[in-house]
T-cell receptor, first 114, second 111 residues
Framework: ELKVEQNPLFLSMQEGKNYTIYCNYSTTSDRLYWYRQDPGKSLESLFVLLSNGAVKQEGRLMASLDTKARLSTLHITAAVHDLSATYFC??????????????FGTGTRLTIIP | DADVTQTPRNRITKTGKRIMLECSQT?????MYWYRQDPGLGLRLIYYSFDVKDINKGEISDGYSVSRQAQAKFSLSLESAIPNQTALYFC??????????FGPGTRLTVL
């Protein structure tokens, strides 16, 4: 059974600081997604990482994937209040017919303090 | 208009009642999914469907059933609701590339 672990689960950080959220998973996969969820809202897709060594950046967020280590990171640079949200990673596995399923991590609730 | 819609958005019901949650999409995707979200547990897959004739159980399907009425519609039923099914339910769709697009969610409370 695939396990997807995120840490930390809760993170409070000051504006302007840098930090990294980690996503570890227990089985082979070379496809991973990051999502953002604001309180009471749905999930918004942030990044799709499709191969070992993939790196994607959007604004103050950068995601990377190391499939050999079974690890993805979401790095936040110079945090601003608008980044306060819960962030989920989701690991893709495939059925016998090649269709994709996602297993989600438990989420990291990020609070940016002015 | 939203690409993935869910009805109702909020529902309060009593133990033992049958409940149906509906999901519709205009994205033209073949693949649809139902998840539930509980605090501290992330999203867990209940059922998924890769086309109209395909239905598969996810990791927590007990107590739930689904119907794929058309490419655009995927319904989730709780045959006899119980309090530990109180949760936030999300429908999602995806195309062959895999990225999933989520509906706004249905908040279900079972008393």
């Amino acid at each position: 059974e695939l396990k997807v672990e995120q840490n930390p689960l809760f993170l409070s950080m000051q504006e302007g600081k840098n930090y990294t959220i980690y996503c570890n998973y227990s089985t082979t996969s070379d496809r991973l997604y990051w999502y953002r969820q604001d309180p009471g809202k749905s999930l918004e897709s942030l990044f799709v990482l499709l191969s070992n060594g993939a790196v994607k950046q959007e604004g103050r967020l950068m995601a990377s994937l190391d499939t050999k280590a079974r690890l993805s990171t979401l790095h936040i640079t110079a945090a601003v209040h608008d980044l306060s949200a819960t962030y989920f990673c989701a690991v893709a596995t495939f059925t016998n017919f090649g269709n994709e399923k996602l297993t989600f991590g438990t989420g990291t609730r990020l609070t940016i303090i002015p | 208009d939203a690409d993935v819609t869910q009805t109702p958005r909020n529902r309060i019901t009593k133990t033992g009642k049958r409940i149906m949650l509906e999901c519709s999409q205009t994205k033209g995707h073949d693949r649809m999914y139902w998840y539930r979200q509980d605090p501290g547990l992330g999203l867990r897959l209940i059922y998924y469907s890769f086309d109209v004739k395909d239905i598969n159980k996810g990791e927590i399907s007990d107590g739930y059933s689904v119907s794929r009425q058309a490419q655009a519609k995927f319904s989730l039923s709780l045959e006899s609701a119980i309090p530990n099914q109180t949760a936030l339910y999300f429908c999602a769709t995806s195309d062959f590339r895999g990225r999933q697009f989520f509906g706004p969610g249905t908040r279900l409370t079972v008393l």
